[in-house]
């Protein structure tokens, strides 16, 4: 399964280094059990290629503002670039499936607040992150209880608990994390 994922890891905000000595080897595992899970018939079809930003509240409150119209941070924006049942555009190239990115500040506070580890937070937006990348949503409740059973499946092969446990409905609204437009 690594070689079907090409994975780029870029480091926007240094803080990140604090909590991830080497950040590709914590997200590849994250990123491919993602892929696995929700591996299907209209799923890419070969090797992948998906970016995960490690970045930070301002930069994140720019993306939300210009591709949400919401001017505030958010602690994951997912910005797929990819279609079910689309192929690569080159033969034998990576599908891009599109970027992924996390905001610092945010992303620490929530871990706080909800009394998680960073790490499994981060694991779990990863996760949520690559599952709007392959055409998963939560606009409607029906949509969010797949999405969410999915997400506490492939975070549970990874050792992280039920991200969901104990919070209330209303904090897992659809603001935390939101399928944007592809760049465009």
Not at 64 to 84: E, I, Q
Not at 102 to 125: C, N, P, R
Not at 156 to 179: F, I, M, Q, R, W
């Amino acid at each position: 399964m690594t070689e079907r994922l090409v994975l780029d890891v870029s480091v926007a905000d240094d803080r990140w280094l604090s909590i991830f000595e080497t950040p590709d080897s914590f997200c590849r595992p994250i990123v491919l059990a993602a892929l696995k899970a929700a591996d299907c018939d209209d799923g890419p079809k070969g090797p992948v290629e998906v970016s995960i930003v490690l970045s930070n509240d301002n930069a994140v409150r720019h993306l939300n503002a210009d591709y949400r119209d919401a001017d505030k941070a958010t602690n994951v924006l997912s910005f797929p670039l990819w279609t079910a049942g689309e192929s690569p555009v080159v033969a034998d190239m990576p599908i891009a499936l599109g970027d992924v990115v996390l905001a610092y500040e945010t992303v620490i506070f929530e871990a706080k607040d909800q009394e998680k580890t960073v790490q499994h937070h981060v694991a779990h937006l990863i996760v949520h992150g690559v599952l709007h990348l392959l055409g998963l949503d939560h606009i409607d409740a029906t949509e969010a209880d797949v999405m969410e059973a999915m997400e506490v499946q492939i975070l549970a092969t990874l050792g992280v608990p039920d991200p969901y446990a104990g919070l209330d409905p209303k904090e897992c609204g659809a603001d935390h994390s939101a399928k944007v437009a592809a760049h465009g």
